[in-house]
């Protein structure tokens, strides 16, 4: 069974909302959310420590995007959704933040993060 369970993508028109979450089995520290186009590399959109004590987003979601933690459950409201934002967004998790100080280095793929979702297919048309 998968560590990390991902659900909340589908079609969107642009403006429009989602709302991603990510299920752990366990607490964790550091998590963070991902998203990545065919060919291209993983990009770093939100990260959070300890349920909201800091977060950290991407400049491309800056005011759009809303990284929450609820215990087990990491998600990642998304706003006035753009065509842009169309990707497969991954959850990341890192129990103990062993990936080094917790601030925006979250949102680095090589930050060490030893679970991933399996992805989740977000869509937004124009």
């Known amino acids: 069974q998968a560590r990390l369970v991902e659900s909340g993508g589908g079609s969107v028109q642009a403006g429009g909302s989602l709302r991603l979450s990510c299920t752990d089995s366990q607490y964790t520290y550091c998590m963070a959310w991902f998203r990545q186009l065919p060919g291209k590399e993983r990009e770093g959109v939100a990260g959070?420590?300890?349920?909201?004590?800091s977060t950290y987003y991407a400049d491309s979601v800056k005011g759009r995007f809303t990284i929450s933690q609820d215990n087990t459950t990491l998600h990642l409201q998304m706003d006035n959704l753009k065509p842009e934002d169309t990707a497969t967004y991954y959850c990341?998790?890192?129990?103990?933040?062993?990936?080094?100080?917790?601030?925006?280095?979250?949102?680095?793929?090589?930050?060490?993060?030893?679970?991933w979702g399996q992805g989740t297919q977000v869509t937004v048309s124009s």
């Open positions: 959070i420590y300890n349920s909201g004590d």
């Open positions: 990341a998790a890192d129990v103990y933040c062993s990936g080094g100080y917790p601030g925006l280095s979250l949102l680095s793929p090589k930050y060490g993060y030893s679970y």
